[in-house]
């Protein structure tokens, strides 16, 4: 597999990853949206894991904005104001949403791009291919379009995902 995959680096599969995820989310959204769900139950799980992907990076980024804030507003060191640090921490976390964390300049962006892709494996495409494979087996709604492709879409940034994890795993995180 290594030989097959090795000439493929990781950076340019970045931004593949970048338009597969917006393809991938919009389609887990319309596939919420668009069915009936077994219970629901399962639809709020489903609803569930799709923000928590969204909302929950925004929760761990604006509790350490807050405690950055404090620490450096309690120091001497007024080097950036507020607005910048809000700007930086959006920027940021719009980069950690859409995978396109390579493209900012910070000094450990390698680990964050895995670190995203992780928050995105276990907090929505897993979920996601459970739910949508349970409701669409149960309501045998395999052969209706959008679901084949909602579920096709999940299963190939799962794949894709677990990739790069693996490359950057196997080569010691060197893009």
Request: charged share 15%; with cysteine.
């Amino acid at each position: 597999m290594g030989k097959t995959y090795g000439r493929y680096s990781v950076r340019s599969l970045s931004y593949i990853i970048f338009y597969l995820n917006l393809w991938d989310i919009v389609t887990d959204i319309t596939y919420y949206l668009s069915r009936d769900f077994v219970s629901v139950g399962l639809g709020r799980v489903c609803l569930l894991s799709l923000l928590l992907n969204s909302l929950g990076i925004l929760v761990i980024l604006v509790v350490g904005f807050a405690v950055n804030c404090l620490v450096r507003y309690q120091s001497d060191d007024h080097r950036t104001t507020l607005c910048e640090d809000f700007m930086e921490m959006t920027q940021f976390w719009h980069a950690l949403y859409f995978k396109t964390v390579l493209e900012l300049p910070q000094v450990n962006n390698k680990a964050i791009h895995r670190t995203s892709l992780l928050v995105h494996l276990v907090l929505e495409a897993i979920p996601q291919l459970i739910i949508q494979g349970i409701n669409n087996y149960r309501l045998d709604q395999w052969l209706y379009p959008l679901s084949l492709l909602s579920y096709s879409s999940s299963i190939t940034m799962f794949l894709v995902a677990a990739f790069t994890l693996y490359q950057t795993d196997k080569y010691g995180g060197y893009y």
